[in-house]
């Protein structure tokens, strides 16, 4: 089953190249991160021990991509990878926060302007062995909505400043033990929260008119 997934998404990925023309994307993003729970451990080991580790608010992310399905110049389907991380450290512990997964993302044109819906699944992990959590992961889905103002650098070329929001909570996690971890009344890890980014998209190969 699954290699005839990965085989159908070469063939459309192929597919897209000759038709479509093929373009890479790339973006750089910074965001708040709710980490309600997590905080509420961090601010309990600062109080135990007096370290000022300080509570987790903001991270930065990475998210590779490519255009395979267009819609005229109003409408595209793309498909890529993103990593997010947030962390915190003093001289005595550091807490990590972080996720890599895939993602399908559906963007309309609107002139200058971009509307962006995306949806994650990722694999996220947590580390602070302050508290002796170390090796905690979870599996989890998650959506983002942006808006964003492209600017044309060059011919093949774009650049595009958006601003957006994520929802990415984790309910659970579990370590290699298998022992379950929940938060209190809140996920347990929650990457949700405002996000603002810069990306750059090049397009390698122009569209065949054949």
Not at 8 to 17: K, R
Not at 26 to 33: I, K, P, S
Not at 92 to 116: D, H, K, N, W, Y
């Amino acid at each position: 089953m699954r290699k005839a997934t990965l085989l159908t998404l070469l063939c459309v990925i192929a597919s897209s190249v000759t038709s479509f023309g093929l373009t890479l994307a790339g973006e750089a993003e910074v965001f708040l991160a709710s980490m309600e729970h997590i905080n509420s451990l961090i601010d309990s080991f600062d109080n135990e021990t007096g370290t000022g580790l300080g509570p987790m608010r903001a991270g930065v992310g990475v998210t590779l991509g490519m255009p395979i399905i267009a819609y005229g110049d109003f409408a595209t389907l793309s498909v890529g990878a993103e990593g997010l991380m947030a962390r915190r450290s003093s001289s005595q512990t550091t807490a990590i926060a972080s996720c890599i997964g895939v993602l399908a993302e559906v963007s309309m044109a609107f002139g200058p302007f971009r509307a962006s819906a995306d949806a994650l699944i990722c694999r996220g992990s947590f580390d602070f062995p302050g508290e002796r959590l170390v090796g905690l992961s979870a599996s989890g889905v998650g959506v983002r909505g942006s808006l964003g103002y492209t600017l044309q650098i060059a011919g093949r070329l774009v650049a595009e400043l958006s601003l957006g929001y994520r929802h990415l909570p984790f309910t659970e996690m579990m370590d290699g033990a298998g022992h379950t971890y929940r938060g209190r009344g809140t996920p347990f890890m929650d990457f949700s929260g405002i996000t603002a980014s810069i990306g750059i998209e090049w397009m390698v190969s122009e569209r065949s008119n054949e």
